[in-house]
């Protein structure tokens, strides 16, 4: 398989990745947000209690689908760039020249 193949596999697979990651925190935040509202058509006057508490696990499930895309688009963003050559690898390329 050439460069290219692998190259297109890699930017699939954070593709696919990013949206795995995101469609579970988008579920996680609507079941969330469900429960909340149910609770609060339950017990009206609990309603800012409810919302409160939603909110800080909403911000943690957002904030962790965030990360996961940043993760996933550093992965296709680094996926063309070619490795540095170590200092180990210059010194035998140099000695295989002479």
Known sequence: MS????LGMGY???GLGAAISLT?????????????????ARQPEAAG????????PAALIEGLGFFALVICL??????GLKPMPTAGSEAT???QGH
């Open 3 to 6: 460069d290219l193949t692998y």
């Open 74 to 79: 550093l992965i296709a963003l680094n996926l």
């Open 24 to 40: 579970g925190a988008a579920y996680g935040i609507s079941r969330l947000a469900s429960a909340a509202l149910e609770g609060t």
């Open 49 to 56: 209690n409810l919302r409160t508490s939603m909110i800080i």
């Open 93 to 95: 390329t140099s000695e």
């Open 12 to 14: 699939l697979a954070a």
